[in-house]
């Protein structure tokens, strides 16, 4: 595009007309007070057609309107808060608390995973506005989560669930004798979800606007040992149409996100293990609003907490019921993903690349596991399968890799030579190579090959719920950790304050597996350099992957050791075959028996 004069002129002249069209001074101009009072949520903004006096047919209803929403607002909170009781739900995956005041989710402890104190994981405890309503009336906000709902329940028993059993809780709220709220919860004994149905009944005259909210403000806790290594997968996230949002605090203080305009499947909160997350039936929100805090120790980002609200879509028109199936579980991927909802997106498993590897890797884990009950015997098992399938490629790089020390003298004769002709000095280098049959790349493409699987395995190690605390044998407890032994009172750079035995033995057999490999005089700072430098990246990695590497190195170390490699008669007869076949082609049957073109 050309730019003029005459076109600068222009988009200056636009940037003016926008400016002033938004300044203060033109929307007094223009709309009067009108502009200084409206209403900064649409929804709350009152149709053109609707008539500011009510018409005295209607005087009845829109008295008794009023006497609600003055009902609403006089509300004694505190009388409210007093008269709240709780309910426990158990079952044989959690156990879970459910106040009356709001009829909201209080506290979550799982059963079957367990914190580094030995005790169940607590997601949630103490907490409040979580599945609670915002209702907008036509006087205020009516925040469902400061009243005390009545339920269907006798007191003073917990509720248990055993397998294959479901049971419905049903709370009311009344504000006039017509209008009522009523929340009914199912809870099953079979999984980790819960079903949630809202009803507003006879509540047509009281509401304004065009959308409600459905609140989740308990941030998750911290479960796992290291806080902030928890809290850096710790986000808010919502799905529209395949498209996901990745709300992060990072290390702000306070941050806001989202919109009122996204039409989400869902939204939740995580944290490295487990997540909450709430999906309407149905219909799909007309918005997704967050909000995250974060909690900081001497500068270290310890917890952060998210809050969530999905803007529903609200039919004033009838009573109206709305149905969400709420998540409260671990990022199992299997169960995520059976919900059918695309969930399993907001799960790491590496860049797009790498996905498919880390999905492979943790199918054949969670397969060969189905057998062998130790995570650390499948890594074992799954390192001898890696080395089976990469066992051709491997044996040809040492083939290729001792031809080239094989012809090393003749290739420093041609740098010698024709050191001062580069480009004669590669074609004769290439020529050389083809002679040989060599591929000075073909080295590299076995630990090529095994770049995109180490990351896959560190996504699976460090992030999947299966291996977490997954112990193998003596020191090694968990193998989605460091398998530290003690923990030093200072930090040393890039390698911590762990000290570990894995990645020490990892990096000896890197070292002698280097040293049987790299002959060459001028490669032999590598031989050191890669295992120190490998020893001290992977000191804060999980033991499962060292596990993995240490055992690839031995493994390489046997089958170099003892596999046959370089096999010049094969290649010589290999070479001749080739020879006589083209000699054969050129001069027919008289070639096959010609001493001299065999020779």
Known sequence: MEFNR???LAFVLIGLILIIVNSDFYQRWMLGDAAKHAPADSTAVKQSGEQTQAPASEARQWASTADVVSQAAAIDISQERAQEKEIQIETPLYRGTISTFGASVKSWQFKKYFDHHHQPVSLFSNGGQNLVIQLPTTNDTLNTGQLNFTVDYQFGESISLQAGQTRDLVFTKQLAPDKVIRKTYTFSADDYTI?????????REVLQGYSYLLNWHTGLAVTEPRPSEDMSYAMAYSLANKELDEFDVGADAYKKGGSDDWPAQWAAVRNKYFTVAIIPQGQPTKGVRYDGRTTKVNGDVVHKAYRLDLVMPLERDRDFAQEFLVYIGPLDYDLVKGLGVGLDAMMNFGWKIIQPFSKLVLWTFKFLHDFIPNYGLVIIVFSLLVKIVLHPLTRKSYQSMQEMQRIQPEMTRLREKYANDPQKMNAEMMKLYKEHGVNPMRGCLPLLLQMPLLYALFIVFRSTIELRQAPF????????????????????????????VLPIVMGATMLIQQAMTMKDPKQKMLVYMMPIIMTLAFNTFPSGLNLYYTLFNVLSILQQKYMPTAVPEKKEKKKAYKKFVTDWRKHGVNAMFSRKRLK
């Open 195 to 203: 079903r949630l149905k809202i009803e507003f009944v006879n509540w």
């Open 473 to 500: 044998v003596w020191w090694i407890k968990d193998l989605s950790a460091p398998d530290a032994i003690f923990t030093l009172p200072f930090s040393i750079p890039l390698y911590g304050n762990l000290v570990c």
């Open 6 to 8: 005459n076109t600068v």
